[in-house]
């Protein structure tokens, strides 16, 4: 089964800090997309950055960037120079058509 | 452009209640989708439409009927309303470049 494991319930930073939040999936494709995306307060679903599995080259977008590592499975989500703004539940999606969702991480950022 | 809306935004329904939720989108999307989120969840699938004409089931599509009325309408009908399907529901539409976009949501309470 494809699942996609979020192991970090919470997690804080400080304003201008660095923060990285882990994800895990579990599949036997080849091609597929992962994506992050931020729920804020609002529930609004907002994509915050995607990775073509094809793709060697880490995705970034501005202060987010990922490290995609293929052959463990893992696509982990780096914030730099965190702000306020950013304190939103983040949660791991793999595929394009079916989402399939982890269970999110929560981040608090502190002044 | 709207992207993806949603009607209502919030419902109050009592056991054994029938109602349909509204979905519509302005993008010119092919594909559209319906989920839910649970507390402490990730938004799980409930139903899909690849094209116009077209649905499948997703994860969860017990207790939900959908219909994809034209290019742009994905509604989404409980018949018999149960306290297990409170829920914040997540209509979203694709597009060609994988990203899925998503409405605002519906937050749905069965007494």
């Known amino acids: 089964a494809q699942t996609v494991t979020q192991s970090q319930p919470e997690m804080s930073v400080q304003e201008a800090e660095t923060v990285t939040l882990s994800c895990t999936y579990d599949?036997?494709?080849?091609?597929?997309?992962l994506f992050w995306y931020k729920q804020p307060p609002s529930r609004q679903m907002i994509l915050v950055i995607r990775?073509?599995?094809?793709?060697?080259q880490n995705a970034t977008e501005n202060r987010f960037s990922v490290n995609f590592q293929k052959a463990a499975k893992s696509f982990s989500l780096k914030i730099s120079d965190s702000q306020l703004g950013d304190a939103a539940m983040y949660f791991c999606?793999?595929?394009?058509?079916?989402?399939?969702f982890g269970t999110g991480t929560r981040l608090q950022v502190f002044p | 452009n709207a992207g993806v809306t949603q009607t209502p935004k919030f419902q109050v329904l009592k056991t054994g209640q029938s109602m349909t939720l509204q979905c519509a989108q302005d993008?010119?999307?092919?594909?559209m989708y319906w989920y839910r989120q649970d507390p402490g969840m990730g938004l799980r699938l409930i139903y899909y439409s690849a094209s116009e004409g077209t649905t499948d089931k997703g994860e969860v599509p017990n207790g939900y009927n959908v219909s994809r009325l034209n290019k742009r309408e994905f509604s989404l009908r409980l018949e018999s309303a149960a306290p297990s399907q409170t829920s914040v529901y997540f209509c979203?539409?694709?597009?060609?470049?994988?990203?899925?976009?998503f409405g605002p949501g519906t937050r749905l309470t069965v007494l």
């Open positions: 993008m010119n999307h092919n594909s």
């Open positions: 979203a539409s694709r597009s060609t470049y994988r990203e899925q976009f």
């Open positions: 599949t036997s494709e080849s091609d597929y997309y």
């Open positions: 990775q073509e599995a094809y793709k060697q």
């Open positions: 999606a793999y595929r394009d058509d079916k989402l399939i």
